[in-house]
Nanobody, 114 residues
Framework: QVQLVESGGGLVQAGGSLRLSCVVS????????MGWYRQAPGKRREFLARISSSGFTLHDASVKGRFTISRDNAVNTVYLQMSSLKPEDTAVYYCNRIPPYVNWGQGTQVTVSS
């Protein structure tokens, strides 16, 4: 069974940076496209960025220029470097395959204070 374990969240002031990590086990990680998503309180989960197995990236307009997705196939990990954080970036952040596995990880909480 695939497991997704996100980490790296925390409390940060507006304008600050964080790097999120997601370790994937139970799959052939290097062959899969991966993505980052987030869900703010009372809102639907939204797509943020994706990276193909070969490293091609695509970022949603809401985070383009501030967030960068990357991966390290040697350690089955996908990253999300976040900078210039805003209070509206406050959410639980998740990674998953694209298309998503049915099961999601626990996510990592990011809270941006103004």
């Amino acid at each position: 069974q695939v497991q997704l374990v996100e980490s790296g969240g925390g409390l940060v002031q507006a304008g600050g940076s964080l790097r999120l990590s997601c370790v994937v086990s139970g799959s052939i990680f290097s062959t899969e496209d991966m993505g980052w998503y987030r869900q703010a309180p009372g809102k639907r989960r939204e797509f943020l960025a994706r990276i193909s197995s070969s490293g091609f990236t695509l970022h949603d307009a809401s985070v383009k220029g501030r967030f960068t997705i990357s991966r390290d196939n040697a350690v089955n990990t996908v990253y999300l470097q976040m900078s210039s954080l805003k209070p509206e970036d406050t959410a639980v952040y998740y990674c998953n395959r694209i298309p998503p596995y049915v099961n999601w990880g626990q996510g990592t909480q990011v809270t941006v204070s103004s």
